[in-house]
């Protein structure tokens, strides 16, 4: 069995019902079918993408080089900082703090300094809110933490703006040498602020390939430098990721994970009127990876009003108390992407007592495991029932090789899923007007003032 | 002004254009408007509703027994246990977590024994997941630890498989009037295994009220439990609440929040085709309130194949770096409503340094406080002008008064809203499938065992 395997018979003739506006025809996915040609168009796009240097996220596993320096930086910072933090933002954080929360043991990362073994303490700084920042700071002995800043363009406001708050201080705490010393920036190898400041003051900096974009950067500096300096091991991400990238360049959609996922999700979209794709992996430790795969579905795939499912990411079972309600009854206008994960290294045994109450009887002799996995079956077969589609990811067993292969199926999946869509998957030009208008308001020079529209405390209750 | 208010604007002509079938006409809002008729219809079910005591949650606030009761023995358990551990799941747990994040400081509580005040430190164990179960029980001293078991039911199967492992530990290291002593139970006053377990073993329990259902239950001692313990003025949240109420039982829709936001967010989904509800305050420290509403908006409405929106909780200003994109470019399908948080302690001033770098420099002389308040407000702008409809939630200041208030706004919306959608916000008959399948499934006595269908191989990948 691979590390990561794909079930998706949910969605399928006649397993969810035999009506073709509701569910999908297996045969379509044969040999010269019609989701097949769709899925060898895309699969050609992946390829040149690939030749032409674009698509740079799918060579970060070869590159040994890149790998070597970012292990190298981590062993020399790591022994001296008893913290790390991750100051950056969405595709400069989400892939760190998805490896983080797979790989780690929170509660670890939370336990007092004497109980850990040797690896620094991990925090991400990420949102530019002064009540978390303000609380970080007030934590962190400013002494050992080490300040990994990431920006790939070097001038994110949120980023940029928290690197001043901790460069004043540091320089207050630990005079201007300290500065230096404490900072380790992730930025483009050439251009912006953060690159110019690391050549003028000697500040250590790991490159981001100029051809990975941000959410795409999980398995470059951005996600492997918090990974490796908290004793992650970063080979087994990129393996996994190699392996799972061979997978997914193969021609046959049927022994191809990321053609089918792409193509059956686009289809589950524009053919059986389900735009919302929830992503709900059945696992604590893969929470961050939902929010991971919403931004990466989300801003590779929205750009269009005809076009751009809506990622939700959920979790099992905490959600079945509060989404399955609208799952099962609400418009049938879901797909849900479970995660399902095999062995778990402690069970927990439920004891067989309270005999005399059957709400506690029934769950003696079964493992805290057995319950969960349980659930993930039944919920997915009451969807079934009701003849709602699904997708189930099975993870055999959660560890570096098999998140590696994850991140790396579904940024293919993605890129597929922008053929299908007929959009460009690593662009986000919507964004750019919030910027403009933020930094206008703030006075940059040289952005003009914007012209906002009145507040009308008429409409305010 | 409010400690809570609500603008509305940016869902109205002409401010978000001239065409009635992207933007809502502010006359229907006057009196005997099409849009008042529905809200008077609403708003008559909910006196009704409170008449009867089917809801329940609207006295909450009123029940100075049941709140001095709950102060007791928070007071009398808070002394003696430097950890609370609270052991539920959905409605059991969300509104605990919503007002611990809101209103304790994360740092704080992840602090140092020696570098706390005299509260205990407070863990939510919900999800049935043996990792973060054993993480947990591995990082808490026993000894010290009260566990804090919520279930209305009291066969919640998550929670009280937690239980009987939380029981076991519990015997194991401290014998058997250890048990007693570290337990207590939040559920039914009368029915349901938890309470006969209370009755039998005398352990103390508090009760939920019979007519507050799990996801309306924050207000009670559900909510209000960790709270008092962990030092949260739980006579503010509910004056709070009470001023709230008695806005939102106003006769005039122009003056009533719930009124308002309830046909708002109604019509923006059933007339504007707006179904995706994005929930985003810009303050980590209402992540988990946004969660809290995700459970409420989408368990009560998700009722019928025609109706039901779908609530998508987010975060400002992280999500513009994941979700912006497809708000700004994708399908116009979706409604944001903003929560901005107003005064803030520490705004963290930006040092005006770095004139040679622009990336830097425009930022200098402001706070973060400013910078995170600019985002959301360019962030309001840039949708409009892309026509794209949104609402704000303006918290003056994110206290326990002011929490109060959203808690009740957004419940009473709620009951409200399922006035306007026909169904009954109260129930949620669609989760009852899977929970017999998983009963079935783990040998239950007197529960079928369940046909699955099986998994087919041929679609595995």
Redesign the interface.
């Known amino acids: 069995m691979s590390p990561v395997?794909?079930?998706?018979?949910n969605l399928?003739q006649p397993?969810l019902g035999s009506d073709a506006a509701k569910a999908l025809d297996?045969e379509r996915l044969a040999p010269g079918g019609e989701l097949d040609a769709r899925f060898q168009a895309a699969l050609e796009r992946v390829r040149e993408g690939r030749r032409s240097g674009e698509l740079g996220f799918l060579d970060l596993p070869d590159d040994q080089r890149l790998a070597r320096q970012v292990q190298e930086v981590a062993d020399s910072f790591g022994q001296w900082f008893h913290t790390l933090v991750v100051v950056g933002?969405?595709?400069s954080s989400?892939g760190g703090r998805a490896i983080a929360e797979a790989l780690l043991?929170?509660?670890?990362n939370?336990?007092?300094d004497e109980a850990r073994d040797h690896f620094p303490r991990l925090h991400f700084l990420?949102?530019?809110?002064?009540?978390?920042?303000?609380?970080?700071l007030?934590?962190v002995d400013l002494r050992g933490a080490l300040f990994n800043v990431v920006s790939k363009s070097?001038?994110t406001?949120?980023t940029?703006?928290?690197?001043?708050?901790i460069?004043?201080r540091l320089r207050e705490a630990l005079g201007d040498e300290g500065v230096r010393g404490h900072l380790l920036f992730t930025t483009d190898p050439e251009r912006?602020?953060l690159r110019?400041?690391a050549l003028e003051r000697e500040i250590p900096a790991l490159p981001v390939p100029q051809n990975v974009g941000?959410r795409f950067s999980v398995l470059s500096p951005v996600g492997l430098l918090p990974a490796a300096t908290t004793g992650v091991d970063v080979g087994e991400l990129l393996a996994g990721a190699a392996e799972m990238r061979a997978r997914c360049l193969r021609d046959d959609l049927?022994?191809?994970?990321a053609g089918?996922l792409s193509v059956l999700l686009h289809a589950a979209d524009t053919e059986l009127d389900c735009?919302?794709h929830v992503f709900m992996p059945?696992?604590?430790?893969l929470r961050a990876l939902a929010?991971w795969f919403?931004?990466l579905w989300?801003?590779s795939?929205?750009?269009?009003?005809?076009?751009?499912p809506?990622p939700?990411a959920a979790?099992g079972?905490?959600d079945?108390?509060?989404?399955?309600?609208?799952?099962?009854?609400?418009?049938?206008?879901?797909v849900v992407i479970f995660v399902r994960v095999g062995r778990?290294?402690?069970?927990?045994?439920?004891?067989a007592?309270?005999a005399e109450?059957?709400?506690?009887?029934?769950?003696?002799g079964?493992?805290?495991?057995?319950?969960?996995d349980?659930?993930l079956?039944?919920?997915t077969?009451?969807l079934?029932?009701?003849g709602r589609p699904s997708l189930t990811l099975?993870v055999e067993r959660l560890d570096a090789r098999s998140l590696g292969g994850l991140f790396m199926l579904l940024q293919v999946t993605t890129v597929m899923a922008g053929a299908h869509y007929g959009v460009d998957p690593l662009n986000?030009?919507?964004?750019e007007?919030?910027?403009v208008?933020?930094?206008g308001?703030?006075?940059?020079?040289?952005v003009e003032p914007?012209e906002?529209?009145a507040?009308?405390e008429?409409?305010?209750?």
């Open positions: 395997s794909l079930n998706y018979g399928l397993r297996p933002i969405g595709g989400l043991d929170r509660h670890w939370e336990a007092s990420e949102n530019a809110d002064p009540d978390s920042t303000a609380a970080l007030r934590q070097g001038g406001a949120e940029m703006a928290q690197y001043l708050i460069e004043d912006g602020a110019r400041l941000g049927r022994r191809n994970p089918l735009p919302v059945y696992s604590d430790r929010l919403q931004q989300g801003e795939l929205g750009k269009a009003p005809t076009a751009g809506t939700l979790l079972a905490v079945q108390h509060s989404l399955l309600q609208l799952l099962m009854e609400g418009p049938r206008d879901k778990r290294d402690e069970p927990l045994e439920l004891p007592t309270h109450h059957p709400e506690l009887a029934y769950l003696g079964h493992t805290l495991d057995e319950l969960l349980t659930e079956r039944a919920t077969e009451a079934r029932r009701r099975q986000q030009p919507g964004v007007l919030g910027k208008l933020t930094s308001l703030l006075g940059r020079e040289g914007p906002m529209a507040d009308d008429k409409w305010t209750v």
